[in-house]
Nanobody, 124 residues
Framework: QVQLVESGGGLVQAGGSLRISCVAS????????MGWFRQAPGKEREFVAT????????YYADSVKGRLTISRDNAKNTVYLQMNSLKPEDTAVYYC?????????????????WGQGTQVTVSS
């Protein structure tokens, strides 16, 4: 079992930066892949980024590539999403998720554990 708690969301102007965090509890955290997903009002949840158990492999949605960076610190049981050059279309609730596998995946249904989400709002 893995429990996840996100933090760090807020309001930022377009072009600005924000870092959101996800603290995990549970003995399996350091051995599983993690992901970030987001859901904007009136839209379906979408994949943002994923990182494998060691941090050595990452993958991003095309819409965020080059602007958002996923990383993890297994000593702190924490995964981060550094968001730069933010756009109004990045506005969404961002969810942290954990797999039962060490390998990355872009499909939300492959993540059995989810946090409660943190709101990120980018003003134009």
């Amino acid at each position: 079992q893995v429990q996840l708690v996100e933090s760090g969301g807020g309001l930022v102007q377009a072009g600005g930066s924000l870092r959101i965090s996800c603290v995990a509890s549970g003995r399996r955290y350091s051995s599983v892949a993690m992901g970030w997903f987001r859901q904007a009002p009136g839209k379906e949840r979408e994949f943002v980024a994923t990182i494998n158990w060691s941090g050595g492999s990452t993958y991003y949605a095309d819409s965020v590539k080059g602007r958002l960076t996923i990383s993890r610190d297994n000593a702190k049981n924490t995964v981060y999403l550094q968001m730069n050059s933010l756009k109004p279309e990045d506005t969404a609730v961002y969810y942290c998720a954990a797999r039962d596998s060490a390998n990355i995946n872009v499909v939300g249904s492959q993540y059995p554990y989810w946090g409660q989400g943190t709101q990120v709002t980018v003003s134009s």
